[in-house]
């Protein structure tokens, strides 16, 4: 099954979205000027204790106070809480060096632990949703492409997906052997069959980071971040690399090396799957991707013969409403028909979910089946399609009224796209420019970008019948253009503009404004 990674660098944010099969399985808009990923680790102060709810508000920077729940501190907080004043006194300080303390208790008060004012490093676990702030944890975790480096807890676990009794001992005996003190590690799931040097490379990368992030916490003023997960791009590709992974296509030739340097550290072998692709070409265009945002991302999703879902988003839930639509085969009864929808409607909410990354609970309406064991085939379908998901997950059997239940991890915002568009050659109004007048706009604004903002390398994009007129004939309006007003002049075709629209943009690919 081959994946493929194709990244849209914008002034204003990065699109990344993963193809599995050339089929979109999972979109992220990461801003430019994002704050508050997860995985990021902040020196907050505590503002507000709140033992009703057994849990105490942090200030980290963001326009609303973070939520830390006592259920989220980490049994080895007072170390932690130890190590951030040693590191203050004495310009940081090896953790190995510490001496821990006794671990908090399970069910105590956060009222005992915690006091306003007092300083915490925490990282966030949930980005800001809707009106509430981020969510933290302080049980610290620094994630590589084989080892989770949890300082302070000081023990060894393997990923359950490790079936192998055999390979998870050696795993075990392998990361005891070489973990620093004071230092607990979870080996991933990608870590099966390598060799120690690996490991111990990283662990000692994974320490060095997380020691020096805190060597000079004593000249910072919270709140601070100290200590940021790495971009998305990166992140996405340390979590999901592997063997079927054929290309990663970029359209920016700096995010381009760092991709490729960034490979050479965690899979040297892969850095030639970096591909770059001239901005002049629309990538997602390109590549498919925008087609399938649109024909993925509205509230009504086709997938099989006719079939389709309704999905809709509440504040507490999302709702998906599995459709047969028009689909009628003669010599099928109403249970056969039925199982064969919902099984491909599976795959399809599967898909829905990783792409939209819908969290919290999601109920799902199947068609109605009457045998138990086009039940089971539906239950046993949906866990099959759901194992890819790197979100945590549980699944529920389908209720007797046909429902079925499924919770997801949320971390950050559900994707919502807006699929619908507004009349292109109304824009809204009802009344339409005449038509014969578009290339005298296009002209017109061409001839002010040339002579008042003295551009003479110019990209003119636009929809493709627009610019098949354009480029039409030996004496194209193209060439009479570049002759007439002395400039060179590029027409690129972008299928998913509207019919009328067309944007100026200068040699290095910036939009030019009037």
Not at 209 to 215: G, I, L, N, P, S
Not at 405 to 431: F, N, S, W, Y
Request: aromatic share 8%; glycine share 4%.
């Amino acid at each position: 099954m081959s994946s493929e990674l194709v990244i849209d660098v914008k002034a204003d944010e990065i699109v990344i979205a993963l193809l599995r099969e050339k089929k979109l399985i999972e979109l992220t808009k990461e801003k430019t000027s994002m704050q508050f990923a997860v995985g990021d680790i902040y020196l907050g102060k505590v503002k507000k204790i709140m033992p009703g709810l057994n849990a105490a508000f942090v200030n980290v920077g963001y326009e609303k106070d973070a939520f830390l729940h006592y259920l989220d501190l980490s049994p080895q907080f007072h170390s932690l809480d130890s190590y951030i004043k040693q590191c203050i006194a004495r310009k940081g300080m090896p953790v190995s060096k510490l001496k821990l303390e006794p671990e908090i208790p399970k069910n105590g008060k956060i009222a005992d632990i915690l006091t306003v004012g007092q300083w915490v490093a925490v990282q966030v676990a949930k980005e800001p949703i809707s009106t509430k702030g981020p969510r933290l944890t302080s049980e610290l975790s620094i994630a590589g492409r084989n080892l989770v480096l949890m300082p302070f807890a000081d023990k060894v676990s393997v990923s359950q997906k490790i079936k192998s009794p055999e390979e998870r001992k050696r795993l075990k005996r392998l990361i005891e052997s070489i973990k620093p003190k004071n230092y607990g590690v979870i080996v991933r799931t990608v870590a099966e069959g390598k060799k120690v040097a690996v490991f111990d490379s990283e662990l000692k990368e994974l320490v060095e980071r997380f020691e020096m992030a805190f060597k000079h916490i004593r000249e910072i003023e919270p709140p601070k971040l100290i200590l940021g997960e790495i971009d998305r791009t990166s992140a996405i590709l340390r979590d999901i690399l592997n063997p079927s992974f054929e290309n990663v296509y970029v359209n920016d030739i700096t995010l381009s090396k760092e991709i490729r340097h960034f490979l050479t550290t965690i899979a040297p072998e892969k850095q030639d799957i970096v591909k770059y692709v001239s901005p002049e070409i629309p990538i997602l265009d390109h590549f498919g991707v925008d087609k399938q945002i649109k024909s993925s991302l509205g509230k009504t999703v086709s997938f099989k013969n006719g079939a389709y879902l309704i999905i809709e988003h509440t504040e507490a839930f999302h709702v998906i409403d599995v459709n047969s639509g028009n689909r009628t085969k003669l010599g099928d009864d109403q249970e056969t028909n039925a199982l064969e929808v919902n099984l491909a409607a599976a795959e399809e909410v599967a898909r829905q979910l990783q792409l939209r990354d819908m969290g919290g609970i999601i109920v799902i309406d199947f068609i109605d089946m009457q045998k138990a064991e086009n039940r089971q085939k539906l239950f046993d379908k949906m866990k099959e399609c759901m194992e890819i998901d790197r979100a945590k997950h549980t699944i529920l059997p389908l209720s007797k009224f046909g429902l079925m239940q499924i919770t997801r991890q949320r971390v950050r915002p559900a994707m919502t796209v807006d699929t619908t568009e507004l009349c292109p050659v109304c824009h809204g109004t009802g009344k339409a420019e005449a038509a014969i007048l578009v290339i005298d706009k296009i002209e017109d604004e061409l001839e002010f970008f040339v002579y008042e903002k003295k551009n003479k390398r110019i990209i003119l994009k636009v929809h493709p019948f627009v610019g098949a007129y354009l480029k039409k004939g030996l004496l194209s309006m193209r060439r009479k253009w570049a002759f007439r007003y002395h400039i060179s002049l590029k027409i690129v075709d972008v299928p998913s503009y509207y019919i009328y629209e067309y944007h100026f943009y200068n040699r290095y690919n910036r939009e030019l404004e009037n």
